[in-house]
């Protein structure tokens, strides 16, 4: 018998790390929208303004923290009381910053194709809707990430000051991460059923809005019936742990809150993940789990809830 051929060998599928990057660069409209975000000169101003708004903040807090007593100021505990607000004022700068721009990135994503009339043509190509929406997201969150990573050197000056540690670092750029890419998401959302990029902007700022106000009065509210009912001469256990457990799922709801109660907790016990409260007079604690675990939990979950429904919204018909 003649000798046959050997048989080609099959080629190797790609690892998924690279099958990803590869889906991400083929992505056209991933690469459209970050070529027309960068060549503009929009992101170097709001680039420019958020970098200057946080530096100027942290000089006069810097500045007017330096006129103190040259006696104090030598002192260790103050340079990392220093460092702590430094630290704290950039991170709650962040989530502020990121709150009202992460919407405005992603609310006309899909309106501005129906305003334009160019939704229909990108319906008829062979362009998935899944590809189309992860586009417009990715996009985004691209240049938004870009603004977090920027303040990292701000931060840093922490360091030089003491009082920071590296896992508060790690912790509060999770948190600015995750909650970039909830309000990106949240944008899009909006954007995928609206038919104005005017409506789709005013509801997604409204939802962010409404969720910091009734978020943070219902908070205080519990807290208050909470304090009302400890005071009393027969203190209601149950009650406590209730109202503690509600208070405890609304601050993990609100990334303001979170990162508040987060520092507390890791300052007070020097605990990164569980926080017990003394319950009334009684030997009893009720342990909590540390707020940034579970808001990272939620805000993934609604995430993922949002994304899953814009594809949808995109992919039916308009009626």
Not at 28 to 50: C, D, H, Q, S, W
């Amino acid at each position: 018998m003649e000798n046959q051929p050997a048989a080609a060998p099959l080629p190797t599928k790609p690892p998924f790390r690279w099958n990803f990057v590869q889906r991400v660069a083929e992505n056209p409209v991933i690469m459209k929208e970050l070529r027309g975000r960068m060549r503009g000169r929009n992101a170097f101003l709001l680039l420019t303004f958020y970098l200057g708004l946080i530096g100027l903040v942290i000089g006069l807090l810097y500045l007017s923290l330096a006129t103190q007593s040259s006696f104090i100021t030598q002192t260790p505990d103050f340079r990392q009381g220093v460092g702590k607000a430094i630290f704290g004022t950039v991170v709650l700068m962040e989530l502020v910053l990121i709150s009202f721009i992460a919407p405005s990135l992603t609310a006309g994503a899909i309106t501005s194709e129906r305003e334009r009339q160019t939704f229909d043509l990108l319906r008829t190509t062979t362009l998935p809707a899944s590809s189309f929406v992860l586009g417009k997201l990715g996009s985004s969150l691209a240049f938004l990430l870009l603004l977090v990573f920027t303040a990292l050197p701000i931060e840093s000056i922490a360091f030089l000051l003491g009082g920071v540690a590296l896992s508060e670092i790690v912790i509060s750029s999770l948190l600015l991460v995750i909650t970039a890419i909830t309000y990106c998401t949240l944008g899009l959302f909006f954007s995928s059923f609206m038919k104005r990029t005017l409506t789709a902007t005013v509801s997604s700022y409204g939802a962010i809005v409404l969720s910091f106000v009734l978020l943070g009065v219902a908070f205080f509210l519990i807290a208050y019936a909470n304090i009302t009912a400890n005071s009393s001469i027969q203190k209601n256990v149950a009650l406590e742990t209730f109202t503690l457990i509600i208070a405890w799922i609304l601050i993990s709801t609100n990334p303001l809150l979170t990162a508040v109660v987060s520092e507390i907790i890791l300052v007070d016990s020097q605990s990164l993940f569980v926080y017990s409260i003394p319950l009334g007079n009684s030997s009893g604690h009720f342990y909590v789990i540390s707020p940034w675990i579970p808001f990272i939990v939620m805000y993934v979950f609604l995430t993922l809830i949002m994304i899953r429904l814009s594809i949808h919204f995109v992919r039916r018909p308009d009626r």
